[in-house]
């Protein structure tokens, strides 16, 4: 059985009645035309996930009785609120925009399927192996920049339909920016817990503070930036180093973002992981061939800007939490912490 499909996988209203209620069977056979549930047999084993609002992701082998041949398929199951369709099949629907990328692989999806509950897609099943974050930076720079470049067309030759529903998408959304992991000023009291404890920290709080107008500017400059699809999730279970090459997939934090944000996300998980001065080795060597990859059409300021937004949003969220200071004063390394803050107070963002 091939591993491709090609099947217009839009589902009509009687069909998404149907195959709420269908069982997996039914469904492959809707999706994948060579599929017969009296010729395969097929395995299901469960796969992790943490991301809001998924019901399961599974891993369904399939095996032709006649030939023994296999075909290895994810399904992942999103539920519904108020009806509403998942940002992932939003994206998946669109699935042909990344289909020359080089430089990043990503997996062939197999057919989306819309009930009024729940999104279910499904895709090939990607097997490599996890890569080392920091090794990886010269080749995720220019993966994202070719995601960028592919994308951004695409949302520039949008149909009526298409740009309403991309709208719907934006990073900007009010439903999306009221998220707990963009208001980092909740975790300031314990940052002024802290500096009861230890001198190092004190007045800290309020500096950490201020930064809110410069966010609040960047947010504006980014607004009315180029636009791109946004991974948003660069994390180490998200890449695969395999045979075919590095592979990115799980799009469950996908909006409709803007030029660099995809760098400041990756970024935002480096500085996560690793002390100050590995990260900022890891930085300059990503931000090099970012800015070689990055289309000419795209403003390199603005596109650096843009990623020290992002960068700065996920990382003071990351490192204001209870759990991380808790973290870093289990291992005696509250110097490095303190570091770290420095290093996001010094961010470049846009001046008034």
């Keep these: 059985m091939s591993t491709e499909s090609n099947t217009d996988t839009s589902v009509s209203s009687k069909h998404a009645f149907w195959l709420s209620h269908a069982t997996l069977e039914k469904r492959l056979g809707f999706l994948l035309p060579a599929y017969r549930a009296d010729g395969f047999s097929i395995t299901t084993t469960d796969l992790a996930s943490n991301a809001s609002f998924v019901n399961y992701v599974r891993h369904h082998r399939l095996t032709d009785l006649s030939t023994g041949a296999t075909l290895d398929v994810v399904e992942k199951s999103i539920r519904k609120v108020a009806f509403i369709t998942s940002l992932e099949s939003r994206f998946y629907r669109e699935r042909d925009v990344l289909a020359d990328s080089v430089h990043f692989k990503h997996p062939a999806c197999l057919g989306v399927i819309e009930t009024p509950w729940e999104s279910l897609i499904f895709t090939d099943f990607v097997q490599g192996r996890a890569p080392r974050m920091a090794a990886i930076a010269v080749n995720v720079a220019r993966g994202i920049a070719e995601i960028e470049t592919l994308s951004s067309l695409h949302l520039q030759r949008a149909s009526r339909w298409q740009a309403h529903k991309f709208w719907t998408m934006d990073f900007f959304r009010p439903w999306y920016l009221l998220r707990s992991r963009f208001n980092f000023e909740r975790f300031l009291p314990s940052v002024e817990k802290l500096a009861k404890q230890d001198d190092h920290f004190i007045g800290l709080a309020e500096r950490l503070r201020a ?42 934090e996908v909006k409709v973002g803007r030029v660099g944000f995809d760098g400041g996300a990756y970024l935002s998980a480096i500085f996560r992981r690793n002390d100050l001065p590995g990260f900022i080795e890891v930085r300059d060597e990503f931000l090099q061939a970012y800015i070689e990859a990055l289309d000419e059409r795209f403003d390199r300021q603005s596109a650096t800007l843009n990623l020290n937004y992002i960068f700065l949003l996920n990382s003071l969220w990351h490192c204001l939490r209870p759990e991380t200071i808790a973290e870093y004063q289990q291992k005696e390394k509250m110097p490095s912490l303190r570091e770290k803050y420095d290093y996001l107070l010094t961010l470049p963002l846009p001046v008034k």
């Design 211 to 252: 930064l809110s107008l410069a966010l609040r500017r960047a947010a504006g400059e980014a607004r009315n930036s180029q636009r791109c699809f946004s991974h948003m999730d660069y994390l180490r279970k998200n890449l695969f180093l395999s045979p075919q090459g590095l592979q990115l997939i799980d799009w469950s």
